[in-house]
């Protein structure tokens, strides 16, 4: 199995922690990604905080799945790896940023995964091994290896994809927000996000216009009576909900 090289540090502003750096020999993204999705459930399912010190309690008592073979602090020499994850870990927001580097061609991954994909990649991690498993019990008569059955693999898949719904849209949508420039013609800027636009602008008569465009908006946003919820707020104080 390839080997990896997890490093893992907390974000906190711009305050950076200590890096923690674990080995393991099962480091296929194949496994190590759903294996992320399981510890971001269960920090947020548990309340932990999203820091290093869960992960590294995490992985100690999940052994078998993320790595828990710490690298001795001060060691110079790390062994060469397949893999390198660099994990970046920050719970004032609920989030993470995972960067994977491979020395053999790895499976098909975005620049990042973040607190937005993470189930979705994890899903489609899922889905490839019970189409590998599948390929090799066609070869071999019907033989699947135990723990491989493709059935348990795409029911993890949909268990992370009803996961993205719950947990992961939203960060995606809020993370996919697009700025549309003010122009001479339109001298209106926006922010849209999950189809909805924001606008913000000094109106010709002096005050700050702050205008809400919802007709676009993403249907799964959407109430059953089609209205978007909505709460506006200035200066931290709520001034509309609805």
Not at 3 to 20: M, N, T, W
Not at 32 to 61: D, K, M, V
Not at 223 to 229: A, E, I, K, N, W
């Amino acid at each position: 199995m390839p080997s990896a090289l997890f490093c893992v540090h907390d974000l906190d502003g711009r305050h950076r922690g200590p890096i923690s750096r674990l080995l393991t020999d099962w480091g296929s993204p194949d496994y190590q990604i759903p294996h992320l999705a399981e510890f971001y459930l269960w920090a947020n399912a548990e309340r932990q905080p999203l820091t290093a010190g869960s992960f590294l309690s995490f992985t100690a008592s999940q052994r078998g799945g993320l790595p828990f073979q710490p690298v001795p602090h001060g060691h110079s020499i790390i062994p060469a790896t397949d893999h390198t994850y660099r994990l970046t870990l920050s719970d004032t927001h609920r989030a993470l940023r995972l960067a994977v580097t491979s020395r053999r061609q790895p499976p098909v991954l975005p620049g990042h995964v973040t607190q937005a994909n993470l189930f979705t990649v994890a899903a489609g991690m899922c889905e490839r091994l019970a189409e590998r498993n599948q390929r090799y019990a066609d070869a071999h008569e019907g033989f699947v290896v135990p723990g491989g059955e493709p059935h348990r693999w795409l029911a993890r898949a949909a268990g992370y994809l009803d996961s993205h719904r719950r947990l992961g849209a939203v960060d995606e949508a809020t993370l996919a927000a697009r700025y549309l420039p003010p122009t001479f013609d339109t001298p209106y800027p926006a922010v849209q996000v999950a189809g909805a636009y924001v606008f913000a602008y000094v109106h010709r008569d002096g005050h700050l216009q702050v205008s809400v465009d919802l007709d676009e908006t993403t249907p799964w946003l959407l109430r059953g009576d089609g209205t978007v919820p909505t709460r506006i707020s200035i200066q931290g104080e709520d001034v509309f909900t609805g």
